[in-house]
């Protein structure tokens, strides 16, 4: 079964939603995090295991 990753923009209140929702697919991760707010970028990142960026930009053009 093909892997997929996921990369999440924003880590506001709904995105909690969409990390459940992502956690719940067989064939799918969080491959990494992008929010403007340095703190909430660095704790989900982390909680996630997973690259943070504060820029979305610089996000796409560092994961495959």
Known sequence: MKR???AVIGCGMI???HF???AQLPN???AAVAEIL???AKETG???GCP????AEELLKNQP
């Open 46 to 48: 982390e909680r996630l």
């Open 4 to 6: 997929f990753q996921i």
């Open 52 to 55: 943070w960026y504060t820029d």
């Open 15 to 17: 995105s909690k939603s």
């Open 38 to 40: 340095p703190d909430r």
């Open 20 to 22: 459940k929702a992502i």
């Open 28 to 30: 799918a991760q969080v």
